[in-house]
């Protein structure tokens, strides 16, 4: 039977030929993930239901990453809960502040996320992973409890879309762009339980980071899991990071998709979604005079190395408006040693940027950034809700890494193309 | 198993962060977290909502965050379930694993005003407004979800289960 990558992946893990979307399989876990606000949840449930031990240490990951370093003391309590349980527990794949990242930038980079794994998180953003050609989604804590200590869950087979993506790439545009796009022809629940899977050469020929920021985004269409095939690219990527052999899986040509979507990327410019939905989505020059107080590079959508060397090309030499806050947060430990090494990180201090060690910060107006009453931002994150950067009275405008540094340049939403001959290097 | 209680109305789109900001997200405790229940929409609600009352909400109920922390900090004001035009997934799966029954029913959602008496059968997919009013159908909770809202959640019926296996 004719099967796309999601339903291939699911039918391999629950034993079977094949499985059709709507069905409820039972499957083992190949990983399951928490971070510091999901695993305390996580570790009541698992103790209320009177486990002694998580099914295997090997597959379970914890990282600290949203209100570390701790910004307050019950959040201390809370970083210090999920210490104390890994130890216990013996898990190892347990990251303490210096070697930490937030967490969907992280696991790729550890090597813990190969294509046909079944992953799951109890972070939204779990279905980032699909980028690499696995399964993975996003879970409240009891069920994270659950699979840790049964090592299954149960999963709805989801439907499948599909987005091609062709044509060639304008300068300032990337898989943020392309996100966004889609968000704002299918709104934000266009594709709410069911599986987005990414296709076309604009896909193939677009960065792992990009592909990561795309497959990110797929929950801010209420998508269950986001998906891309695996390739060279992503074969690559793994040489050296895991012995682990690994399954990578494509979509049948006669696959079955409740609906398919083709996008032409040739004359896009960059996209900015407006407040206060993910789906609120101009392109940047129809956006008009917003003058921002703030501009936030980083998180797990646009914190990697590929989205800090844009907005270094467009910060180079250039100086921040001094009404605008930028704060760069580098996604990972491993980011911020190479944007160190690449002198990236001297051009943001030397524009006048704050450059902060890795974690989620002002995202979701946990630290770092947090927004006051009437105050505007700008950032390269993926949520624009009421509040959530924040007073409930500010506004975020989403956008790619180069227009968000643009942006603090000016003084006000802009593409970088406004800057052509304007200063810099 | 029938709940009856007083409607409260909430629209569409109604996010995780607006049910619980992050900035309340330092804590586990049910009682603290229930003090902010939907403040940002509504700040002075979570002191109004009685217990056995019931949410009735537009479309993508819950999305966002899988902050496990939005239905229990909805459980912990009282409320005895939720019905909406839709909802968003992991918000739907985590309700039901911590024993909130939530209901898919977009006709009584757009029929029921604020204030209205709203009465759920939950095995029969019926909803009625008002007493002796108009009664609604939608797809009746399966099963495994029904386990679940007896059971108080996911993890009780596990321990259940594996008693039972042994
Ligand atoms: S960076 Fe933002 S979206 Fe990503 S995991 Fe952290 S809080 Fe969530």
Redesign the interface.
């Given at each position: 039977m004719a099967m796309t990558i999601t339903e291939k992946i699911l039918a391999a893990h629950a034993g079977r030929d094949a499985v059709v979307p709507g069905e409820i399989v039972r499957v083992p876990v190949d990983l399951a993930l928490a971070n510091d606000?999901?695993a305390?949840?996580a570790i009541?449930?698992f103790k209320?239901?009177?486990a002694k031990k998580v099914f295997d240490p090997d597959k379970v990951v914890l990282v600290p990453d949203?209100?570390a370093p701790n910004?307050?003391i019950?959040?201390a309590e809370?970083c210090k809960q999920m210490r104390d349980f890994a130890r216990a527990m013996g898990i190892a794949h347990y990251y303490e502040i210096g070697r930490m990242g937030v967490e969907h930038a992280l696991l790729p980079e550890e090597g813990l996320v190969r294509p046909g794994m079944v992953i799951i998180?109890?972070?939204?953003h779990?279905c980032t992973y699909g980028a690499m050609g696995a399964f993975s989604t996003?879970?409240?804590?009891?069920?994270l409890?659950?699979a840790w200590?049964?090592g299954w869950t149960w999963l709805k087979v989801p439907e499948s879309m599909k987005f091609t993506v062709t044509g060639r790439m304008p300068r300032w545009v990337g898989g943020k762009d392309i996100i966004l796009h889609i968000l704002g022809k299918i709104g934000?629940?266009g594709a709410?339980?069911r599986a987005m899977e990414f296709t076309g050469d604009a896909i193939r020929g677009l960065g792992l980071d990009g592909r990561l920021s795309m497959c990110n985004m797929a929950v801010e269409g209420?998508a269950?899991n986001g998906i891309i095939e695996a390739d060279a690219l992503v074969e690559d990527y793994l040489r050296g990071r895991t012995e682990t052999a690994y399954v990578m899986h494509r979509s049948d040509d006669d696959a079955n998709y409740v609906e398919s979507l083709e996008i032409d990327v040739s004359g896009l410019e960059p996209q900015v979604a407006r407040p206060h939905?993910p789906d609120n989505v101009a392109g940047v020059s129809d956006v008009g005079e917003v003058k921002i107080d703030q501009a936030f590079i980083g998180s797990c959508t646009n914190g990697r190395l590929t989205d800090l060397r844009e907005a270094a090309a467009v910060l180079k030499g250039r100086e921040v408006d001094p009404a605008v806050r930028l704060i760069v947060i580098p996604a990972t430990q491993a980011v911020y040693a190479q944007a160190m090494r690449e002198g990236l990180l001297e051009v943001f201090v030397e524009a006048g940027g704050a450059v902060s060690t890795p974690t989620c910060g002002p995202c979701?107006?946990?630290h770092m950034g947090?927004l006051a009453e009437g105050e505007t931002a700008v950032a390269t994150s993926n949520?624009n809700?009421?509040?959530?950067m924040g007073h409930?009275g500010s506004k975020v405008y989403l956008a790619n890494p180069a227009v968000t540094a643009a942006s603090a340049v000016l003084g006000r939403i802009a593409s970088p193309a406004e800057l052509n001959g304007r200063g810099g290097q | 198993m029938t709940l009856k209680g007083k409607a409260w109305k909430f629209g569409d789109d109604v996010d995780t962060d607006l049910i619980i900001p992050a900035r309340y997200l330092n804590t586990t405790d049910t009682e603290e977290l229930a003090r902010h229940c939907l403040e940002p929409v509504r700040p002075e609600w979570a002191g109004e909502v009685a217990p056995g009352d019931i949410i009735v909400a537009g479309r993508n109920f819950g999305c966002g965050s899988s902050r496990e922390h939005a239905p229990i900090a909805i459980k912990g004001c009282g409320v005895a379930a939720v019905i909406a035009v839709s909802f968003a997934r992991i918000f739907y799966r985590n309700a039901f694993n911590i024993g909130l029954p939530v209901v898919e029913a977009p006709e009584a959602a757009a029929a029921i005003a604020e204030g209205d008496t709203v009465e759920i059968v939950l095995e029969e997919g019926v909803v009625r407004r008002g007493e002796g009013g108009e009664t609604f159908r939608f797809a009746p909770i399966p099963v495994f979800m029904m386990d679940l809202v007896r059971e108080g959640g996911l993890i009780p019926w596990l321990q259940k289960e594996v008693k039972t296996e042994r």
């Open positions: 606000i999901t305390p949840l009541r449930e209320r239901g009177g949203h209100f910004k307050d019950m959040s809370q998180g109890a972070d939204s779990t996003g879970m409240g804590s009891t069920d409890a659950a200590i049964t934000v629940d709410r339980y209420g269950k939905s979701l107006g946990g947090v949520r809700f009421i509040g959530r409930t | -």
